[in-house]
């Protein structure tokens, strides 16, 4: 078994490699492991295939945030000879927040990484780009797209940047654009605000809009907010984010399926797992492939979340 650790040094602290290579030193007495550091964006993932390609077993510990941890699952799905991890070095790491407060500080502890279980994981599939976590498609993704271009103003971290950049996006551009959606049996037409698509819980730094999310059922959890008043968007953002949708059915739809398709005349934004994309139709759907993941001893799935009382839609 060969273990390996692909970081990012842009999702860390200063010093977080020499931390990092220390920590995989004291858990590794023997030497026993190899430390990649990427570069550029897709590295981790061509890092991550050249092991899923050679046949071996390993284990690939994705260092940094929500983003290296996208790219290493995208390069070892399907693959039941590799198992993937997330070592949080991230401002977000949302997917670990399904373990709960505790456990999420668990995944730091690599000595208990390295011989922890593992689970097969379900995947969505968005036009071909894997996410193990949410997919959106509306003022929640148009917002995650800008951060980054607030980010490069001098002082501004990554929270200020959300809240300028959702303040921007919801009083100047705009809370819909139209949209044909179609979501199990429900069909809209017209102005949307939100699409989002769980394969779990957390998403944009700790919103939990799905809490009966899960990675292992099988089943997609879906919402719709489709047009929506400045004032109905004030009222419902705090229930939204914290999985309350239901007290809000006169707004949110839901369902819970395999598969959603969004389309536009114009070009519609989705973000998988924080990466962007663009196109003028999406096909959302619980893909064929998995992937396996592992976790410290002791550390489960799903110590905060609700369970789904039914698997049929409230519309």
């Not at 979501?183 to 809490?211: D, Q």
């Not at 419902?236 to 309350?244: H, I, L, Q």
Request: contains cysteine.
């Amino acid at each position: 078994m060969t273990h390996v650790f692909i970081f990012n040094p842009a999702a860390g602290k200063k010093n977080s490699g020499t931390l990092l290579l220390k920590r995989a030193a004291a858990a590794f007495p023997d030497g026993d492991f190899e430390l990649y550091t990427t570069k550029a964006p897709g590295d981790a993932r061509a890092i991550a295939k050249s092991f899923a390609d050679s046949g071996e077993a390993a284990r690939l510990y994705a260092c940094g945030g929500d983003g290296i941890l996208n790219e290493v699952v995208n390069a070892a799905a399907g693959c039941a000879h590799i198992a993937v991890t997330n070592v949080p070095m991230g401002t977000g790491n949302d997917f670990l927040r399904m373990f709960g407060r505790e456990g999420k500080l668990r995944f730091s502890d690599i000595a208990a990484l390295r011989d922890g279980p593992e689970s097969a994981y379900d995947l969505i599939d968005c036009n071909g780009k894997l996410g193990l976590d949410i997919v959106c498609a509306g003022i929640d993704a148009r917002v995650a797209e800008e951060v980054h271009r607030y980010k490069r103003i001098p002082l501004v971290g990554k929270k200020l940047a959300y809240i300028i950049s959702l303040v921007v996006n919801v009083l100047f551009k705009g809370l819909t654009r139209p949209m044909e959606v179609e979501m199990g049996p429900l069909r809209h037409s017209g102005p949307a605000a939100i699409v989002c698509v769980g394969n779990a819980s957390y998403y944009g730094g700790g919103f939990c809009p799905l809490p009966e999310a899960r990675p292992d059922d099988g089943v997609l959890d879906m919402l719709l907010i489709g047009d929506i008043t400045l004032l109905q968007f004030a009222r419902c953002v705090m229930k939204y984010a914290k999985g309350r949708y239901k007290e809000c059915p006169e707004l949110v739809r839901d369902w819970h399926g395999d598969s959603v398709r969004v389309s536009s005349q114009d070009e519609i934004v989705a973000v998988v797992d924080g990466e962007v994309l663009r196109a003028r139709e999406f096909t959302i759907r619980l893909s064929d492939k998995r992937v396996n993941f592992f976790r410290p001893a002791g550390v489960e799935l799903g110590h905060e979340l609700a369970p789904r009382a039914t698997q049929r839609s409230s519309l």
